[in-house]
């Protein structure tokens, strides 16, 4: 999700924007259709004054009709047709209206003027795209159908919204396109992160985007030459480092004195173990991809590392079941449990490692006091405890480089006596 969250929000932003202006638009359709049918009806009067002065003075049926088709309406005679209009007709708007009505009457005094108080039913109502006017009235029924009138059309509502719709789809596009070269930037980024030096940021994009890119462009291009600097002048000082540790020692072997031919011994020794190490520590920060490691019985790399620590009977202890196995890559983690051992045997009190596995987690257990100081200071290149021992300082670094690759960490704990180094998983990121 927080991988997305710009996309998302983007997202969000869209669906709010859509649903709003739906029911923006749904109202307002509503009000507008509510408005056309009450302007729609006021045409009742017109129609209700003519048929009330029909009644009053009913010359004929014709007369009516022709009143009635000055205004464009139209009376409906047939009565099947209206009984089958009003039954199935949707009814728009109802009104019950008073009608007041003047009668003569004689009584004994002469003459006189009534009067009367009558209850008018109007209907409008639509049948077949039609609109119809039905008027009910104590003398009877009248239905009179309205050619000027027109029902109520959502197009123009609906033509409205869809290009509002459109408008805002159409503006969220454009941001998806100008974003999606940030995503594409993104996943270069990423693989750069695992190692792949030639992927290109160039861009002929002018905006935000297309500065940072082109910035990053740049960027990688130096640390490219860098890493290439870096790499040659390690080699070349390694290569010119062996050649004279290598005469070094050709030259040792043909002194005399039997003294000195082991303190230089010792000492070109040191420094081939040195530049070794040297030349590993830079395969390790060099190497940012795991797609090269195989798994193997976590048993057979210890065995392995017990080999090249050329240990004697009985320093090494190991206690790892035969079906744990381990993706790695066999070389680099072997020499770092050799370092280990080697750790271990030089700064314990009997000589003894005790290799465990406990819980997912690899323990090199070795009998003496609690180190000084913190792990940190001890994985710290060229950091040795005790200036005396046969150490350079990059034992434990070297170990520390090894297990990052291998998406691990060394710890420590100490607990009955014994300073115990752990190879657990690294903590992940949140």
Request: proline share 3%; charged share 25%; glycine share 4%.
């Amino acid at each position: 999700m927080r991988r997305h969250a710009v996309l998302l929000t983007i997202l969000f932003a869209l669906l709010v924007s859509i649903v709003s202006v739906s029911i923006v638009f749904w109202e307002f359709y509503k009000l507008n259709k509510k408005q056309y049918i009450e302007h729609m009806f006021t045409r009742y009067a017109l129609i209700t004054q003519i048929y009330r002065e029909y009644e009053q003075n009913p010359s004929s049926i014709a007369t009516l009709e022709a009143n009635l088709a000055v205004y464009d309406l139209e009376l409906v005679r047939n009565i099947g047709k209206i009984q089958n209009i009003v039954r199935h007709a949707k009814l728009l708007k109802r009104e019950t209206i008073k009608t007041y009505n003047e009668a003569v009457l004689f009584k004994e005094g002469g003459f006189y003027t009534k009067r009367i108080i009558e209850d008018l039913k109007v209907s409008m109502l639509l049948y077949d795209s039609k609109i119809y006017f039905y008027i009910q009235t104590p003398v009877g029924v009248v239905l009179i159908r309205d050619n000027q009138l027109h029902p109520y059309k959502i197009w123009p509502v609906l033509y409205a919204y869809t290009s509002v719709f459109a408008v805002i789809a159409f503006s969220f596009f454009m941001i998806f396109v100008k974003l999606r070269p940030l995503i594409l930037l993104r996943k270069k980024i990423e693989r750069f992160a695992k190692g792949d030096l030639e992927v290109s940021f160039k861009t002929r994009l002018q905006d935000e985007i297309g500065l940072i890119a082109n910035a990053l462009e740049d960027a990688r291009n130096r640390i490219k030459a860098m890493l290439e600097a870096r790499t040659l002048f390690l080699r070349n000082i390694m290569h010119e480092l062996k050649t004279p540790i290598a005469k070094g020692r050709l030259a040792t072997a043909m002194l005399k004195d039997e003294k000195q031919q082991k303190r230089f011994e010792s000492i070109f020794k040191r420094l081939e173990t040195l530049v070794n190490e040297f030349a590993m520590i830079e395969e390790v920060n060099s190497m940012v991809e795991r797609s090269e490691f195989k798994e193997y019985r976590l048993i057979d790399i210890i065995d392995g590392a017990i080999d090249m620590a050329m240990t004697e009977e009985g320093q090494v202890s190991v206690d790892v079941p035969a079906t744990v196995k381990k993706k790695a890559s066999y070389r680099l983690y072997t020499t770092a449990i050799k370092n280990m051992i080697d750790n271990g045997i030089k700064y314990s009190d009997d000589g003894h490692v005790d290799i465990l596995y406990r819980e997912g987690e690899l323990w090199f257990a070795s009998k003496g006091e609690c180190i000084k100081y913190p792990l940190k200071y001890y994985i710290e290149p060229f950091t040795k405890e005790n200036p005396s021992k046969n150490s350079f300082g990059l034992g434990l670094y070297l170990v520390d480089s090894i297990l990052k690759a291998h998406g691990e960490v060394l710890a420590h704990e100490y607990k009955e006596g014994k300073n115990i180094f752990i190879f657990t998983h690294a903590p992940k990121s949140v």
